[in-house]
């Protein structure tokens, strides 16, 4: 049982770094002109913070992601290569 959950998280862990470096190599392939399509994507989230403020304790959440090709094919190749090992 234990060795089920335990790839479970490496295979969060892969996916989130496919999602990371694929959006770092997605926004880094926007400066180049043949590879701007890399880098098309679509952010959702809160536009704004919220504030919750108690008087004692003041509180902000905050969530965007943003999401691009880049990202995507590095979340694939991610799920790929936690396959092949």
Do not use: H
């Amino acid at each position: 049982m234990a060795t089920k959950e335990k790839n479970v998280w490496i295979l969060l862990v892969f996916i989130l770094s496919g999602i990371v470096v694929g959006g770092l190599l997605g926004e880094l392939a926007s400066r180049v002109s043949w590879l701007w399509w890399l880098s098309y994507g679509q952010s959702f989230g809160l536009s704004e913070p919220i504030t919750l403020d108690l008087s004692v304790i003041q509180l902000t959440f905050g969530l965007t992601f943003k999401i691009n090709i880049s990202s995507i094919i590095g979340m694939i190749l991610a799920v790929f290569i936690y396959k092949k090992m």
